[in-house]
């Protein structure tokens, strides 16, 4: 279930398998200019139906990435032929939405898709993986139609004209890619029945396959260690709390520690949320979800750098054994907490999380993932992860990986104003302050937690990491696995050697 939605392969521009391809052939061309070989192959073989299209008006209001499509095209057996606007240098965005556009329209019988080596086939990969994801194996299939992971869509071959070194490597660099997005895609969607705390644990510790050194710990141990914030979180539920953590060592020295919110269902607890949009809930194990899918990019892609990856998995319920308002908890840190509303659970969770990871690791730098507030929807709506931090070096190139992989992000402020709203009289601070600046008195919270010498970035990613409506690379509803892109691409440039 890890699996790639298709499978993508290299083939050279050659006109008798185009002239034999039964499924759709999609030329990515520039608005105007001459056709390479292929491509004046198809027009010749089609009467001149590709010169036709690019002198008409459909042609002329695509964007680049958008196409035109010409159904049962005389002279080949093709379903379809799909021209596709594609500058001759496209940009990262141009060419994903490119694949994109192609894989929108993808059957059974898959695609050859002919394009020059210079427009980033390895992009337009990544646009058809990400756009053709859907989650659907709890869909029966209509009678006589293959299931949705069995049956679906592809193949696909990138027939490359022109100097194509290179494109392998990075057709295969962009398939680990894809494959973390698929792999926090499937945790996100996952309805919570499903994915317990232990199931999650479970998905995990297969990335033992990969070379990914994995560690359950279990609530005997985490009450050892004193992590009493996220086990009261978890004690109302029937599913045991843990912490996972993952640790890829493709370099020595002190990693980079990813830390992730793992609430595998948030009901509020005794703070019980209404019943409008609860379902919603099954998605707050996000920022664990993204962190693992992570982890498994840097395996695939085996990346020479040291990253940890630290998820704290526990399940938001309310019953007889459940955490109160006004009850007292001491962190792992040795702070004390009032816990005022038991629905401002995720920052309890990260703050054991967060301690633990610093005082295991020594980070060189920890970043954490959470959806933590509504009030980061009420700021930025689904465009842009709010983005907090100690550290303005590590903020930059977190907001620069982010906008080079067209993932939203914005960075919010921190300030000692807003850590004075979490007085407490009983506890050395509560955990629920109310509605103004949500998003940053959590995390003010978070920062009680992290040490002034550890370069820390926090990331709420409540509004972003599900898709509401239209998405230009994730299908239209569920899990984005907003971040994979953005931290893989963090890694490489900041933190491998
Ligand atoms: N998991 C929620 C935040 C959330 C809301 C995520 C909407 C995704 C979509 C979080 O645990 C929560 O309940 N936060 C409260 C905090 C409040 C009680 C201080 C919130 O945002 O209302
Ligand atoms: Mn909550
Ligand atoms: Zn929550």
Same mark, same amino acid.
């Given at each position: 279930?890890?699996?790639?939605?298709?499978?993508?392969?290299?083939?050279?521009?050659?006109?008798?398998?185009?002239?034999?391809?039964?499924?759709?052939?999609?030329?990515?061309?520039?608005?105007?200019?001459?056709?390479?070989?292929?491509?004046?192959g198809i027009?010749?073989?089609?009467?001149?139906?590709?010169?036709?299209?690019?002198?008409?008006?459909?042609?002329?209001?695509?964007?680049?990435?958008? #196409?035109?499509?010409?159904?049962?095209?005389?002279?080949? =057996?093709?379903e379809?032929l799909?021209?596709?606007?594609?500058?001759a240098?496209?940009?990262?965005?141009?060419?994903? /939405?490119?694949?994109?556009?192609? @894989?929108?329209?993808?059957?059974?019988?898959g695609?050859?898709?002919?394009?020059?080596a210079? =427009?980033?086939?390895?992009?337009v990969?990544?646009?058809?993986?990400?756009?053709?994801?859907?989650?659907?194996?709890?869909?029966?299939?209509?009678?006589?139609?293959?299931g949705?992971?069995?049956?679906?869509?592809?193949?696909?071959?990138?027939? %490359?004209? #022109? *100097?194509?070194?290179?494109?392998?490597?990075?057709?295969?660099?962009?398939?680990?890619?894809?494959?973390?997005?698929?792999?926090?895609?499937?945790?996100?969607?996952?309805p919570?029945n499903?994915?317990?705390?232990?199931?999650?644990?479970?998905?995990?510790s297969?990335?033992?396959e &990969?070379?990914?050194?994995? =560690?359950?710990?279990?609530?005997e141990?985490?009450?050892r &260690?004193?992590?009493?914030?996220?086990? #009261?979180?978890?004690?109302?539920?029937?599913?045991?709390? /843990?912490?996972?953590?993952?640790?890829?060592?493709?370099?020595?020295?002190?990693?980079?520690?990813?830390?992730?919110?793992?609430?595998?269902?948030?009901?509020? #607890?005794?703070?019980?949320?209404?019943?409008?949009?609860?379902?919603?809930?099954?998605? *707050?194990?996000?920022?664990?979800?993204?962190?693992?899918?992570?982890?498994?990019?840097?395996?695939?892609?085996?990346?020479?750098?040291?990253?940890?990856?630290?998820?704290?998995?526990?399940?938001?319920?309310? *019953?007889?054994?459940?955490?109160?308002?006004?009850d007292?908890?001491?962190?792992?840190?040795?702070?004390?907490?009032?816990?005022?509303?038991?629905?401002?659970e995720?920052?309890?969770?990260l703050?054991?999380?967060?301690?633990?990871?610093?005082?295991?690791?020594?980070?060189?730098?920890?970043?954490?993932? @959470?959806?933590?507030?509504?009030?980061?929807i009420?700021?930025?709506g689904?465009?842009?992860?709010?983005i907090f931090?100690?550290?303005?070096?590590?903020?930059?190139?977190?907001?620069?990986?982010?906008? @080079?992989?067209g993932?939203?992000?914005?960075?919010?402020?921190?300030?000692?104003?807003?850590?004075?709203?979490?007085?407490?009289?009983?506890?050395?601070?509560?955990?629920?302050?109310?509605?103004?600046?949500?998003?940053?008195?959590?995390? =003010?919270f %978070?920062?009680?937690?992290?040490?002034?010498?550890?370069?820390?970035v926090?990331?709420?990613?409540?509004?972003v990491?599900?898709?509401?409506g239209d998405?230009?690379?994730?299908?239209? /509803?569920?899990?984005?696995?907003?971040?994979?892109?953005?931290? *893989?691409?963090?890694?490489?440039?900041?933190?491998?050697?």
């Open positions: 279930m890890t699996d790639l939605p298709l499978e993508i392969t290299l083939g050279v521009a050659d006109a008798d398998a185009l002239g034999r391809a039964v499924g759709r052939v999609a030329l990515l061309l520039p608005a105007e200019g001459a056709l390479g070989a292929a491509a004046a027009d010749a073989a089609t009467g001149g139906a590709v010169a036709r299209v690019r002198a008409g008006s459909a042609w002329a209001k695509a964007k680049a990435g958008e #196409g035109v499509e010409v159904p049962a095209p005389a002279g080949l =057996q093709a379809v799909h021209l596709v606007k594609l500058p240098e496209p940009t990262l965005a141009e060419a994903r /939405k490119a694949g994109a556009t192609i @894989a929108r329209g993808l059957g059974a019988a695609a050859e898709v002919v394009m020059d210079g =427009q980033r086939p390895a992009d990969a990544t646009g058809l993986w990400l756009r053709a994801y859907s989650f659907d194996r709890y869909k029966t299939p209509p009678e006589g139609e293959a949705g992971e069995a049956g679906g869509k592809g193949p696909v071959t990138l027939r %490359l004209e #022109g *100097d194509a070194t290179g494109a392998q490597a990075a057709l295969d660099r962009a398939r680990a890619v894809a494959g973390g997005v698929t792999f926090t895609r499937n945790l996100v969607n996952e919570a499903v994915l317990t705390t232990t199931d999650f644990a479970r998905r995990l297969d990335l033992r &990969l070379g990914v050194t994995v =560690q359950v710990i279990e609530e141990e985490l009450a &260690l004193g992590m009493r914030a996220l086990l #009261g979180v978890g004690q109302g539920s029937a599913s045991p709390s /843990k912490v996972v953590v993952m640790e890829w060592k493709g370099a020595m020295g002190a990693p980079l520690a990813l830390v992730g919110k793992g609430v595998c269902f948030d009901t509020g #607890g005794i703070s019980l949320k209404p019943a409008e949009g609860m379902e919603a809930m099954t998605m *707050d194990m996000g920022g664990a979800g993204t962190v693992a899918g992570v982890m498994r990019t840097l395996a695939l892609r085996k990346a020479k750098a040291h990253v940890v990856g630290l998820v704290g998995l526990v399940e938001n319920m309310p *019953d007889g054994m459940a955490q109160r308002p006004g007292v908890v001491r962190s792992m840190k040795g702070d004390t907490i009032e816990v005022i509303n038991t629905d401002a995720g920052r309890l969770v703050a054991d999380v967060l301690w633990y990871a610093q005082d295991r690791f020594a980070p060189a730098a920890m970043i954490d993932l @959470a959806t933590l507030t509504g009030a980061v009420v700021a930025l689904h465009e842009n992860a709010g931090a100690n550290d303005d070096a590590l903020a930059t190139q977190l907001l620069a990986a982010a906008g @080079a992989e993932e939203g992000a914005w960075r919010l402020p921190l300030s000692p104003a807003y850590d004075a709203m979490l007085k407490s009289h009983v506890a050395d601070m509560r955990n629920s302050v109310g509605r103004p600046a949500g998003s940053i008195t959590a995390a =003010q %978070l920062k009680r937690f992290v040490k002034d010498a550890t370069p820390w926090h990331i709420d990613i409540a509004g990491a599900t898709a509401t998405h230009p690379y994730a299908a239209s /509803k569920g899990a984005t696995g907003w971040g994979v892109m953005t931290l *893989d691409r963090l890694v490489a440039h900041q933190f491998e050697r």
